[in-house]
């Protein structure tokens, strides 16, 4: 079956734009989470939606990011007024519940020039 | 293609007995690994990474990893699992200039 999948892959955008990330998690997963991977760094998380509780923003890291997830199925990461430091691949991930194994989707590319 | 792999889909244990899971990748050149770990109904977290200097790794909550280049593994051990430690634990490789891949992850159970 179909996996996750984000759009755009890559985002070239200039410093002080908005961007929109897009996720669509697999069919049936209630649960959905953006990660951060900077260049040849490791992952970091940043938001979890779980089924129609409250997500977890713990790791969001300035009020210029905010994420939606509609009607429990596609999110859509918001990163507005970009900084360079912005720079890096997000990952989209899902799971049946919160008990199972994550599905990771290929990535957004996101450049700030 | 490059890869990551977990041979252990699946590990069960008793409290006290000690964890090796196994990861393999198949880059050429200098990596930075890692080990994630999800409990219930958390995200992932890390337990620890290597970038370089002592190829043996000590994290968090008493997991360790070493580092073999020969073999191009990253092992993650522990000498005594708890009850606490079940979760699904994932290996990563990432190099500069490359994304990071994911191993498809390992169940442990750890029966009280």
């Known amino acids: 079956g179909a996996g996750v999948s984000q759009s755009p892959s890559n985002k070239v955008t200039e410093k002080g734009k908005d961007v929109e990330l897009r996720c669509d998690p697999i069919?049936?997963?209630?649960?959905l989470y953006w990660y951060r991977q900077s260049l040849g760094q490791g992952l970091e998380f940043l938001i979890y939606?779980?089924?129609?509780?409250?997500?977890?923003k713990s790791g969001l890291p300035s009020d210029r990011f905010s994420a939606e997830r509609t009607g429990g199925s596609v999110s859509t990461l918001t990163i507005q007024r970009t900084q360079q430091e912005d720079s890096a691949v997000y990952l989209c991930?899902?799971?049946?519940?919160?008990?199972?194994?994550?599905?990771f989707g290929p990535g957004t590319r996101l450049t700030v020039l | 293609a490059q890869s990551v792999s977990q041979h252990n889909h699946h590990v069960i244990l008793s409290e006290a007995a000690s964890l090796e899971l196994g990861c393999n990748y198949s880059?050429?050149?200098?990596?930075?690994l890692f080990w994630y770990v999800q409990y219930p109904g958390q995200h992932l977290q890390l337990l620890l990474k290597?970038?370089?200097?002592?190829?043996l790794v000590k994290g968090i909550k008493g997991f360790e990893a070493e580092f073999i280049k020969s073999k191009f593994s990253f092992n993650l051990r522990k000498p005594s699992v708890q009850w606490s430690d079940t979760a699904e634990y994932f290996c990563a490789v990432t190099q500069r200039n490359n994304d990071m891949r994911f191993g498809a992850g390992t169940r442990l159970t750890v029966k009280p």
């Open positions: 939606f779980q089924g129609n509780s409250a997500p977890d």
């Open positions: 991930a899902s799971s049946l519940g919160f008990r199972d194994t994550q599905y």
């Open positions: 290597y970038f370089s200097g002592d190829p």
């Open positions: 880059y050429g050149g200098t990596v930075n």
């Open positions: 069919s049936g997963h209630t649960a």
